[in-house]
């Protein structure tokens, strides 16, 4: 299938771009590569070094043989956005190029808004453009399981049937999104149930839980394929922080009492998540939910579990508790139903103490490349603490 | 109390403004008269005259002595927005300040993005400003009842409690919104209940029904504080349109089979409503939403009871079905909830044979001004039909 990846040179874009080529799918990335650009206005940088998308693709192609497009364009540019798309004649376009951090969006105004216009004026006009250059392609939307917050019932997949007085209708799932950040991914979704109805475009909407892991059988297969590793407060997902935390003999760092309890993937999953969802598209008029993640975990528990690998591994670290930055419930029910993707195969890679132990060597490996100062929270949702402003640190 | 109304220029911005000064409130508005823009930019005029905003408020002062602030700021504009709240140091913020417009944010993308635009980042500014300058104040926003769409079941008031797999949370009554000017209201009740929560902030928000009628005590005192009137296909809400038709001997044009049903008000209610919201605070951290609508009426049996006002008028008008140019239910249930307003001591002013007479002797008297092209719908949501563009009619 012709497959256009929006936010192809990214963490989950760039793994399930190399994946889908490798799989025979005819992949062009759009991509502005803002997000290097987010890196060095906060100083940041990915734990294992990442080429240019240049030089991935050429290697990719030397390698393999297989030819990736690339058209760096913003999203957010309607005449850009359409001018590629109807170049790329997609069967699926799959929409990853989003502002995909919390903290992110919670440093300031700022970038509150600057998270809302990437990420929603960006998806108003990717439906509109399919809906003038391709309403037959399938969108597949990367959302996230963060939308759904932590409510005390089941959370199903995108819907949910209501009795009421004696009634009943089968309604979106009600959304608790927990920042600026997971506003976005619920309006988008939203903006394309309402596009589907009004506009019979196709979508599925994924809404992913926190991955892990950053290697796939591609990205391992050159250095110049490697996929980015986050590891600092703003970027960095838990597991891969605490993993490089215990690669170092750093404490850690669990966000108050650790009784959060979250949906996780491997990186390995998403991939295969992405090409279930593009080899099975759904009819016109159709708005599909799959909630893509493979098992949930308490993030205290996670430490323990990171902290037993590492201690294994020869290197004894303690938990630490630091004061939760964010406004979230630190003890609560959460059960999330994950069965659309498994019964269009999805065979789920449960995470391993072998998975632990990788990342952990992986982080020993670049260990010279880690700056501990970059991983304690300093974005606070609350009180406006000191943040890690854009103004002293831009390259 | 000191209450700051953005929007205070507009339909209902206007009217609420000056009932809040007659009750002796201190009132500043803020309003940036983009929605006289956009009348000029669309070949669109108010049935009745009005006047310009400082002749409206020297007018009051004049007939009643009674001082109304004018900060000629754009909510999108956040320093400004900034200095407002810190100068006028309101108890309370009303926010009219929208794009209200369901066919407006249809007409391209171009309308869609700026209707998204100036709502939700005027909205987030709103937040963010609250908690900058003012946290205590209470913010009372405007939504609407078409948020909720035409569920099958009954609608409460923003929130409903599920009962699911045996367990049970009370959760953010789901939302199906039918145009992309609705998917911003939805996005702004998200974004206010997301900082009420997370900053302790206090807000009301009012998803309120279809106002119809113009006049108030305040806005019949003088011409010069005349309340605008809307009659076309993009502003002109549909009971006001009708009793316009009916006033040229014109067909009352129904969209569909008219068996779509909505919630009413009359404009004297909204202004009372407002001030039983701003009167009656809500403590920090609290989000409180009002259904605030008196009536809910089919649309087939609107036309056909204003026709039999004309027609004891003299008017003999007939009521024409065009074809409907949303994607919407034209048969559906419909019962929603407004309690809340009525406990805190609404006295609703139903629907009465006079008020739509008056609309109708209103609309006579200004039938040199009405533009019958202005009124058959024009803005397509599914097919793109020709669109009132914004090329030609630039003023």
Known sequence: MNVLVIGGDGYCGWATSLYLSSRGHEVTIADSLVRRDWDREHGLDSLVPIASTRRRIDEWLRLTGRTIGFAAIDVTDYDALCATISAAEPDAIVHFGQQRSAPFSMIDREHAVRTHLNNTVGNM?????????????????????????????DVEEGFITIEHNGRTDTLPFPKQPGSFYHLTKVSDSDQILFACRAWNLRATDLNQGIVYGTRTEQTTLSAALANRYD???????????????????????????????RSFLDIRD??????????????????????????????GGLAERVAKVAAAMGA????????????????????????????????????????????????????????????????????GAPVCGGTSAVA
């Not at 003038?132 to 959302?143: F, I, Q, T």
């Not at 295969?272 to 493979?294: L, M």
């Not at 789920?348 to 103490?353: F, Q, V």
């Open 125 to 153: 006009n990717v439906l509109w453009a399919l809906r003038e250059r391709a309403p037959d392609a399938h969108l597949v939307k990367l959302g996230t399981m963060g939308e759904y917050g932590t409510p005390n019932i």
């Open 231 to 261: 590891y600092d407060h703003i970027f960095g997902t838990v597991l891969n922080r605490f993993c490089v935390q215990a690669a170092l003999g750093h404490a850690l760092t669990v966000y108050g009492s650790g009784g959060q309890t």
């Open 270 to 299: 998403t991939v295969r998540c992405i090409e279930i969802a593009v080899t099975n598209p759904v009819r016109p008029g159709e708005y599909r939910v799959f909630n893509q993640f493979t098992e949930m975990f308490g993030i």
């Open 316 to 383: 004894e670290v303690p938990i630490a508790h630091v004061r939760n930055p964010r406004t979230e419930r630190e003890s609560h029910y959460y059960n999330c139903v994950n069965t659309n993707l498994r019964a269009l195969g999805l065979d789920p890679t449960p995470l391993s103490d072998e998975t632990i132990a990788g990342l952990i060597e992986l982080a020993r490996e670049h260990r010279d490349r880690v700056d501990l100062r970059l991983i304690p929270p300093r974005v606070e949702w609350r009180d």
